[in-house]
């Protein structure tokens, strides 16, 4: 069952300490190259071209986002929006704030200026500075962590009852986890099994349903695929499938695996440095070769 482990971070590390593979063992190249490639490819993103791929009409809406930890800047004056029901996938390499956006989103970050808004244009609600229970209660945003967000040592079925721990009773919370339940029969299986036996795949399942119990309207999702093998990495993707085009949830996600999360979202963004560098939908990010070749493997 080893390959069904996830990756520890320190292997994580190592990965990525060790570059971009672009091909040969020869042509690995440094986070600092393709950092300095990406800034090179950079083009000028006019808000206007974020609005149409959002069609116009976002649902979440980032302006001119300042914000990072401490006092250090991270993510400056980033746009971003997209629309009720689309996918958003966030790429570039490591560093470049991917993960921040998710944060600031959600409430991890300082916020030095800008804003971050949600709903409908008749409905607007300015989310900036609301903290990330206030996002999840309010606002309808849930924020899908990994790894260490599951408690091993409870069940299944008490892992999904936390994740509606904001609700106003915990019967309540039960009825939530049992509609999630309804949906995922393979964790409704599993419900009195303790979360650390179950595989790498059921553990990521396990994490994404337990953000489903509050039934979110946005989905925000770091690196769903790391660390799964193959076939869990598709059932992930099926997953996150159905919540949008089933569901109609919003998914801003960060993959690293650039190709399946182009190949999944609508619209792809690439980050360097705390800047949109591009964007595009998902297929013309797919077929920029720039971007294979610096992201794609290929
Ligand atoms: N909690 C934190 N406190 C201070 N600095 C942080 C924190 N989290 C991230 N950073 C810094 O913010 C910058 C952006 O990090 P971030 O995690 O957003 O990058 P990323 O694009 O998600 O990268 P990766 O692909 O490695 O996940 C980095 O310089 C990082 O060191
Ligand atoms: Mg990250």
């Given at each position: 069952?080893?390959?069904?482990?996830?990756?520890?971070?320190?292997?994580?590390?190592?990965?990525?300490?060790?570059?971009?593979?672009?091909?040969?063992?020869?042509?690995?190249?440094?986070?600092?190259?393709?950092?300095?490639q990406t800034?090179a490819i950079a083009?000028?993103?006019?808000?206007?071209?974020?609005?149409?791929?959002?069609?116009?009409?976002?649902?979440?809406?980032?302006?001119?986002?300042?914000?990072?930890?401490?006092?250090?800047?991270?993510?400056?004056?980033?746009?971003?929006?997209?629309?009720?029901?689309?996918?958003?996938?966030?790429?570039?390499?490591?560093?470049?704030?991917?993960?921040?956006?998710?944060?600031?989103?959600?409430?991890?970050?300082?916020?030095?200026?800008?804003?971050?808004?949600?709903?409908?244009?008749?409905?607007?609600?300015?989310?900036?500075?609301?903290?990330?229970?206030?996002?999840?209660?309010?606002?309808?945003?849930?924020?899908?962590?990994?790894?260490?967000?599951?408690?091993?040592?409870?069940?299944?079925?008490?892992?999904?009852?936390?994740?509606?721990?904001?609700?106003?009773?915990?019967?309540?919370?039960?009825?939530?986890?049992?509609?999630?339940?309804?949906?995922?029969?393979?964790?409704?299986?599993?419900?009195?099994?303790?979360?650390?036996?179950?595989?790498?795949?059921?553990?990521?399942?396990?994490?994404?349903?337990?953000?489903?119990?509050?039934?979110?309207?946005?989905?925000?999702?770091?690196?769903?695929?790391?660390?799964?093998?193959?076939?869990?990495?598709?059932?992930?993707?099926?997953?996150?499938?159905?919540?949008?085009?089933?569901?109609?949830?919003?998914?801003?996600?960060?993959?690293?695996?650039?190709?399946?999360?182009?190949?999944?979202?609508?619209?792809?963004?690439v980050?360097?440095?705390?800047?949109?560098a591009i964007?595009?939908?998902?297929?013309?990010l797919?077929?920029n070769p720039e971007v294979g070749r610096l992201f794609?493997?290929?």
């Amino acid at each position: 069952m080893a390959e069904e482990q996830q990756e520890t971070s320190a292997e994580r590390a190592k990965r990525k300490a060790g570059g971009y593979h672009m091909g040969g063992v020869e042509s690995v190249i440094s986070v600092e190259q393709v950092v300095a490639q990406t800034r090179a490819i950079a083009e000028e993103v006019p808000i206007e071209k974020l609005a149409a791929l959002a069609n116009n009409d976002p649902f979440v809406e980032i302006k001119d986002l300042k914000a990072g930890y401490g006092k250090m800047e991270i993510l400056h004056d980033l746009n971003l929006q997209v629309a009720k029901g689309q996918s958003l996938c966030l790429i570039g390499p490591n560093g470049a704030g991917k993960s921040t956006i998710l944060h600031s989103i959600y409430g991890f970050t300082n916020i030095f200026s800008g804003s971050i808004e949600i709903g409908p244009a008749d409905n607007r609600q300015n989310v900036t500075k609301l903290s990330p229970n206030q996002k999840l209660m309010k606002a309808g945003i849930a924020y899908i962590l990994q790894d260490k967000s599951i408690f091993p040592d409870m069940t299944v079925e008490e892992n999904l009852w936390m994740g509606g721990f904001l609700m106003d009773t915990p019967t309540k919370a039960r009825e939530a986890a049992e509609r999630v339940f309804a949906k995922y029969d393979r964790l409704a299986q599993r419900r009195t099994h303790k979360a650390k036996v179950l595989s790498g795949g059921e553990r990521r399942l396990l994490e994404i349903s337990r953000a489903l119990v509050m039934d979110p309207e946005v989905l925000l999702v770091d690196e769903p695929s790391i660390g799964l093998e193959p076939r869990f990495i598709d059932m992930v993707f099926e997953i996150l499938d159905d919540l949008q085009h089933g569901e109609g949830k919003t998914i801003i996600m960060v993959e690293q695996n650039a190709k399946k999360g182009l190949e999944f979202a609508d619209i792809g963004y690439v980050l360097v440095s705390g800047e949109l560098a591009i964007a595009g939908k998902g297929d013309e990010l797919l077929e920029n070769p720039e971007v294979g070749r610096l992201f794609l493997g290929g």
